[in-house]
């Protein structure tokens, strides 16, 4: 169990706009930026968010990152299928003194 | 270009130990922080251990005491040398350039089994 809490699973439709959450706490979340990662299964994850809603280079604009509080999301627009991966958030956790990653979101582009 | 390859994973029995090492071209590893990742069969990823600039290892709970995490400046590697594994310690190892974790390998197989 995560100290960092996402959804399993989130679904959309090609060109569809979805969001996956990842929920903490004043430890981590709350003080720290968080970055977001794609992951195909087999291959070397991607970084595409960094310090909340930075995108690094080449990655599309239709990925969006921003942070409230304790609480950070990703947004994925105008889906494509090649966009079907798990999604992980990740954080620094000042009360573990250890980076902590959030369970992972199997996106289904339907 | 940066590349990350990670080498010296292999089948071991509970209780044994077994290094890794991640190979850097493209950046000096001392000049920046590095990582270990993993992910067991039909799980997420999860944090193992960084390095920092100044050397300080940080650990996960559940490796600290038998994993440890060092670098060679000189071969431009990082290394992670694994101890006491258990069969929960299956899994692909990634190394990684932190903070951020920008750069990673394509991993290496670690399976403990007796």
């Known amino acids: 169990q995560s100290v960092v809490t996402q959804p399993p699973s989130v679904s959309g439709t090609p060109g569809q706009r979805v969001t996956i959450s990842c929920s903490g706490g004043?430890?981590?979340?709350?003080?720290?930026?968080v970055n977001w990662y794609q992951h195909l299964p087999g291959t070397a994850p991607k970084l595409i968010i960094h310090?909340?809603?930075q995108r690094p280079s080449g990655v599309p604009d239709r990925f969006s990152g921003s942070k409230s509080g304790t609480s950070a999301s990703l947004a994925i627009s105008g889906l494509q299928s090649e966009d079907e991966a798990d999604y992980y958030c990740?954080?620094?956790?000042?009360?573990?003194?250890?980076?902590?990653f959030g369970g992972g979101t199997k996106l289904a582009v339907l | 270009e940066v590349q990350l390859l990670e080498s010296g994973g292999g089948l071991l029995q509970p209780g044994e130990s077994l290094r890794l090492s991640c190979a850097v071209s493209?950046?000096?590893?001392?000049?920046?922080?590095m990582a270990w990742v993993r992910q067991a069969p039909g799980k997420g990823l999860e944090w193992v251990s960084s390095?920092?600039?100044?050397?300080?290892?940080y650990y996960a709970g559940s490796v600290r005491g038998r994993f440890t995490i060092s670098r060679d400046t000189s071969r431009n590697t990082l290394y992670l040398q694994m101890t006491s594994l258990r069969a929960e310690d299956t899994a692909i190892y990634y190394c990684?350039?932190?903070?951020?974790?920008?750069?990673w390998g394509q991993g290496t197989l670690v399976a403990v089994s007796s």
């Open positions: 493209g950046f000096t590893v001392s000049s920046y922080a």
């Open positions: 990740a954080v620094w956790n000042d009360s573990l003194n250890a980076r902590v």
């Open positions: 390095i920092a600039v100044g050397g300080i290892p």
């Open positions: 310090t909340n809603n």
């Open positions: 990684a350039r932190d903070t951020i974790l920008d750069y």
């Open positions: 004043n430890s981590n979340i709350g003080s720290r930026a």
